[in-house]
């Protein structure tokens, strides 16, 4: 059986998400957070570095996240996290037992680019 989407957008609708490719620079535990996190700071070329925050303890390291492309919405408003002010949204695949595999690119491209 097909899983059905919520809404359906218009071209207008998608074309306003900015989602970039960026590269984390840094990535640490999120202490301060209720739910297991790590708070990083991606690159995004031309765009600048930006702050976020990520529930995605279940399947990566700090360590291992630094220098890995990953896909991000730029263009939300600032969000208040505990403790930080997030500046994006990592995107990534919920699995079943609700672990995010992130979005990455195949290959290494340009921080900033945009997709589309």
Known sequence: MDEKT?????WSDFTKVEMRIGTIL??????????????MIIDFGAVGKRKTS????DLYTPEELIGKQ????????????????SECLVLGGIGKN????LLQPERSIENGTRIG
């Open 6 to 10: 919520s809404n359906e957008l218009t």
């Open 26 to 39: 840094e990535a640490e535990v999120f202490e301060e957070v209720r739910n297991p996190a790590y708070k």
């Open 54 to 57: 990520a529930q995605i303890t």
């Open 70 to 85: 990953v896909v991000a919405v730029v263009n939300f408003p600032p969000k208040q996290i505990a403790t930080m002010m």
């Open 98 to 101: 609700k672990e995010i595999t």
